[in-house]
């Protein structure tokens, strides 16, 4: 009932590496928490990389993701943090 009333539908969490991608009920992106994570794109391609920004017991560093994506420079709701495009 909370992601239900935040505008997220539960059913589509999407893995993008370590990190969670929740679709956005007013774009067409999914929202990575900007908090835990930060999110970069290689340069001509459609392949993350994902960092841990948050305080854990095991850290990562541009990790690469399997998932196709593209970083979107932000999201028609304004919520922070990355928002991407998955394939």
Same mark, same amino acid.
């Given at each position: 009932?909370?992601?239900?009333?935040?505008?997220?539908?539960?059913?589509?969490?999407?893995?993008?590496?370590?990190?969670?991608?929740?679709?956005? !009920?007013?774009? %067409?992106? &999914?929202?990575?928490?900007?908090?835990?994570?930060? #999110?970069?794109? /290689?340069?001509?391609?459609?392949? +993350? !990389?994902?960092? %841990?920004? &948050?305080?854990?017991?095991?850290?990562?560093?541009? #990790?690469?993701? /399997?998932?196709?994506?593209?970083? +979107? !420079?932000?999201?028609?709701?304004?919520?922070?943090?990355?928002?991407?495009?998955?394939?």
């Amino acid at each position: 009932p909370v992601l239900a009333k935040a505008g997220i539908g539960a059913r589509a969490l999407s893995p993008v590496g370590p990190a969670l991608a929740l679709p956005c !009920a007013e774009g %067409t992106g &999914a929202h990575i928490d900007g908090g835990q994570f930060a #999110v970069r794109q /290689a340069p001509g391609t459609r392949m +993350l !990389a994902v960092t %841990t920004v &948050a305080a854990r017991a095991m850290s990562m560093t541009d #990790v690469a993701v /399997a998932a196709s994506a593209a970083l +979107l !420079a932000g999201c028609p709701c304004g919520r922070p943090g990355p928002v991407v495009e998955l394939a």
